[in-house]
C-alpha cells in the first residue's frame, strides 16, 4: 500500500504494459472478465484519468499503448487475490506472443 | 409548415464517377436509428423500461449466440467479434449507464441507449489512437442491434431499396455495397470518400453518376427530394429550378451519345495505326461486373479483386464458395484471361472478422500478401479455389503489395503447396497457369529484374505505387494536390519496371486508374504495354485512343517526357502533342446559370 490513498482505496498495484498490442479490444475484455468477478469496485488509473475495471469499453478509452504505466486500485480487500491475478495477467501480455 | 418551394441550391463534391443522373433522393444513413423519440416516464413506468431494454439485449444476445453457433470452426477470429459484441452489450458503459439513465432520468430506453451511445461515442472521439477509436463502429453495431429490437422495426438499411432512386449516405461500406439492389441505383451521393474510395471503384464499374465527399450532404437532402447528379463536376443540384432540369436532361443526352458513339466500336481490337496491339481490359470486384466489362469490349479481366467476398459478411468464406464464384468468372469470360488477384485487405476495407489489428497506419502495415503470408491456412483456401477455378478457362495469379523476393518465393511455394494437395485429391487445374507480380511497391519497381526471374507477367498498380512513392495519401485534403500521377519520379519507376519486363521476356500490364486516362495511352503504348486494365466504364474511350495513335511516334514520345522534370511540364507535353487526338472533353449545352442557394 501507498501513501497516495484517496478515500475508500484499499489495495493498489503498478504495472507496466509489456505486450505489443497494449490495451487493445481482446486484453481490455480479459481485465475486465477478470474484474467482473470483484466483490468490490476495481479501477484503472493511468495518468490522470481513472476508469472502471469492470467495463471493457472504458478500459479501451485509456488507449494504453505497450510500456504505458497503469495503477490498479480494489477499494474491497477481499479482492487483493484478484488484484494480483490481473496485475499478473497484465505483467504476462496477456498471453500474446 | 409553409407550401413554399424550396430554393435550387447546389452542393459540390469530388467527382465519384462521371454521368449525369436526375430523380429522387433515397437517404441511408448507417445511424439512421438516430432518429430516436424522447418520452418522460411516470413513476411507475421506470420498472416496466428497464425490463423492456433488458429484454431487447436478452434478444441482441440470443441473434449474437445465433450467429456464434452457425460459424464454422476454423473461423475463431470471427467468432471472436461475435464473442466481443455479446460482451459489448453487457458491458457497464452499456447496459449499466442505459439502465441507470433509464432510472434516474425517467426516460424511454431508446432515448436512454441513444445517450449512452453519445457519451461513449465523446468518450471515443477523444482517443488518438485509430485502431481504439475505430472500435466505435462496433459499438455502434451492437447498439443498431439493440435498438433495432427495441424500436421493432426492421433493418431500415440499403436492402430495402425497391424503385429507381439516388442513393444518399454519409458513407457506403463494402458490406453495404453488396447489399444494394444494383438495379434500383441511379447514381451514388455520400458525405465521406475520394476519388480512390470504394464508393467511387463501384459507381464506376456499374458505370453510374456518383459525387462523393460532400460532408454535410445527408444533413441537407431528404428522402424524396428532387436532385440532380453531375459526376464528372462533382455536383450536386437540389430542387433545381425548371431550365437547370432542362439543361441537365440535354447534357445527359448528349453524354449518353457520346458513350454509345465510342462504345459500338469497343468489341473491335485495340490496335495502333502501324499494327500494334494492345489488350483492353477491366477490373472488376463483383461477378455481377463481368457483364459490364464484355459489353464495354473488355479483352480481358485484368484485375479480378477478390476481396468482396470475404468483406460482404463476418464469417470467412470457404473454398467451395470462392471456387463457385471464380468459375463463374473464368467461364463467362473463356477464353478470355481472368487475372484474379489474391486477397487485398488493407486500411479503409479491413475486414473485422480477419484483421484484428490494422495498426496505427495501414497502408504500411499487414495487408494483401503480408497477411496472406502471415495466415498461410486463410491463404491455402483461397489458391486451391483460384487453382480448380483455372481448370475451366485462362486465369492468371497475381500477388498483391509485393516488396521483395523473399515475398514471392513464399506465395510460390504456398501455392505448389496447394497444388500438391489438389495432386493428391485428383482435382484438376492449370498446369501451366501464369504467376504475377503487382508493382505498387516502389521497392518492386526498383528490384523488378530480380522479381523478373520469378514471375509470367507484372502488373503495375499506379495508385498504390504514386502513394507510396510520393509519400501521399490521396484522401487527405492537404496533400491530395502532390499525389500526382505524372510525376518524373513516378514515370522513372514505371519505364523502369516496362524496359526490364522487354529485356527478361515478362508480360507487362498495368491495372492502376492510370491506365483509364486516354491522356496516358500514347506513353504508355510507347512504353511497351502490353496490356491496360482499368474499369469497364474506361474501356471504350481507351481502346478508341489506341486506335488513333501510331507505336513508333509513342516511343520517341517517351523519350521527351522522361526529359521534363514535372508533372505539369509532362502533362503539358502530352496535351500539346496529342491534345486534339483525344478528346477528353465531353460536349455540354450552353451553361444556364446554376448558382449555388439561387431562389
Request: with cysteine; aromatic share 6%.
Amino acid at each position: 500500500m501507498t501513501e497516495n490513498n484517496p478515500a475508500g482505496i484499499r489495495l493498489e498495484k503498478e504495472v507496466v504494459i509489456v505486450n505489443e498490442l497494449g490495451l487493445h479490444a481482446r486484453s481490455a475484455a480479459q481485465v475486465a472478465k477478470m474484474a467482473q468477478k470483484a466483490r468490490g469496485a476495481i479501477f484503472i488509473r493511468m495518468k490522470d484519468r481513472q476508469v472502471d475495471a469492470k467495463s471493457m469499453l472504458d478500459i479501451m478509452s485509456l488507449a494504453a499503448g505497450k510500456g504505458s504505466v497503469l495503477l490498479i486500485c480494489a477499494k474491497d480487500p477481499r479482492d487483493e487475490a484478484l488484484l494480483n491475478s490481473i496485475v499478473a495477467l497484465v505483467e504476462q501480455g496477456f498471453g500474446e506472443d | 409548415m409553409s407550401e413554399d418551394i424550396a430554393p435550387q441550391k447546389m452542393l459540390m463534391g469530388i467527382p465519384g464517377s462521371p454521368g449525369i443522373c436526375i430523380g429522387k433522393a433515397y437517404l441511408v444513413d448507417r445511424e439512421n436509428l438516430d432518429v430516436v423519440e424522447k418520452y418522460v416516464l411516470d413513476g411507475g413506468q421506470v420498472a416496466e423500461e428497464v425490463t423492456r431494454f433488458k429484454k431487447a439485449v436478452k434478444q441482441a444476445e440470443d441473434e449474437l449466440a445465433r450467429l456464434i453457433k452457425r460459424s464454422p470452426k476454423e473461423v475463431g477470429q470471427h467468432i471472436y467479434i461475435l464473442e466481443a459484441h455479446k460482451a459489448l452489450l453487457k458491458d457497464k458503459m452499456f447496459f449499466g449507464h442505459t439502465v441507470d439513465t433509464i432510472k434516474k432520468a425517467k426516460v424511454n430506453a431508446e432515448w436512454a441507449l441513444k445517450t449512452t451511445l453519445d457519451r461513449i461515442r465523446r468518450v471515443f472521439n477523444r482517443v488518438e489512437d485509430d485502431y481504439i477509436r475505430a472500435r466505435l463502429d462496433d459499438v455502434v453495431y451492437v447498439y443498431n442491434r439493440v435498438m433495432r429490437n427495441l424500436v421493432g422495426t426492421q433493418d431500415s438499411g440499403i436492402d430495402k431499396i425497391d424503385k429507381r432512386v439516388i442513393l444518399v449516405a454519409h458513407d457506403v461500406s463494402p458490406a453495404e455495397a453488396s447489399q444494394i439492389q444494383l438495379e434500383w441505383v441511379k447514381g451514388f451521393v455520400t458525405d465521406m470518400g475520394g476519388p480512390t474510395s470504394h464508393t467511387s471503384i463501384i459507381a464506376r464499374t456499374l458505370q453510374i453518376p456518383a459525387v462523393l465527399g460532400l460532408e454535410n450532404a445527408t444533413k441537407k437532402i431528404r428522402t424524396g427530394d428532387l436532385i440532380i447528379v453531375d459526376g464528372a463536376a462533382g455536383a450536386v443540384i437540389l430542387n433545381p429550378e425548371e431550365k437547370t432540369l432542362l439543361y441537365y436532361e440535354q447534357t445527359q443526352e448528349i453524354y449518353e451519345a457520346y458513350q454509345a458513339r465510342i462504345a459500338r466500336k469497343s468489341h473491335f481490337p485495340a490496335k495502333t495505326s502501324d499494327g500494334v496491339l494492345i489488350h483492353v481490359n477491366g477490373n472488376i470486384e463483383l461477378l455481377e461486373e463481368v457483364v459490364a466489362a464484355l459489353d464495354r469490349g473488355g479483352d480481358g479481366i485484368g484485375l479480378y479483386r477478390t476481396e468482396f467476398l470475404y468483406l460482404n459478411r463476418r464469417i470467412l468464406p470457404t473454398e467451395e464458395e470462392l471456387f463457385e464464384n471464380y468459375k463463374e468468372v473464368v467461364e463467362v469470360m473463356n477464353p478470355r484471361p481472368v487475372t484474379i488477384r489474391t486477397l487485398d485487405v488493407n486500411g479503409d476495407k479491413v475486414a473485422a472478422g480477419i484483421m484484428p489489428d490494422s495498426g496505427d497506419n495501414p497502408a504500411l502495415g499487414l495487408r494483401a500478401i503480408r497477411f496472406c503470408l502471415k495466415n498461410p491456412d486463410i491463404f491455402l483456401v483461397q489458391l486451391r479455389a483460384i487453382l480448380r477455378a483455372s481448370a475451366f478457362g485462362h486465369v492468371r495469379l497475381l500477388f498483391p503489395m509485393i516488396s521483395g523476393v523473399d515475398e514471392l518465393v513464399q506465395a510460390r511455394h504456398l501455392t505448389a503447396q496447394a497444388a500438391q494437395e489438389l495432386d493428391r485429391q485428383g482435382l484438376a487445374y492449370d498446369r501451366e497457369l501464369e504467376v504475377g507480380a503487382m508493382i505498387e511497391v516502389p521497392s518492386a519497381a526498383i528490384i523488378a529484374d530480380m522479381l523478373a526471374e520469378h514471375v509470367d507477367f507484372f502488373s503495375i498498380g499506379t495508385n498504390d505505387l504514386i502513394q507510396y512513392c510520393l509519400a501521399v495519401d490521396r484522401s487527405n485534403k492537404q496533400v491530395a494536390h502532390l499525389f500526382q500521377s505524372l510525376h518524373p519520379a513516378v514515370i522513372r519507376l514505371i519505364k523502369r519496371v516496362a524496359d526490364v519486363s522487354k529485356d527478361k521476356g515478362v508480360r507487362l500490364a498495368m491495372c492502376g486508374e492510370m491506365a483509364a486516362d486516354p491522356l496516358n495511352t500514347p506513353f504508355l503504348l510507347g512504353m511497351g504495354f502490353d496490356e491496360l486494365s482499368m474499369n469497364p466504364q474506361a474501356i471504350p474511350a481507351v481502346k478508341n485512343a489506341v486506335r488513333g495513335l501510331c507505336a513508333s511516334d509513342c516511343r520517341n514520345v517517351v523519350n521527351d517526357i522522361m526529359r521534363e522534370d514535372t508533372a505539369q511540364a509532362i502533362a503539358r507535353l502530352i496535351l500539346e502533342t496529342y491534345g486534339d487526338a483525344l478528346p477528353m472533353e465531353i460536349p455540354r449545352p450552353d451553361s444556364p446559370s446554376v448558382k449555388a442557394g439561387a431562389a
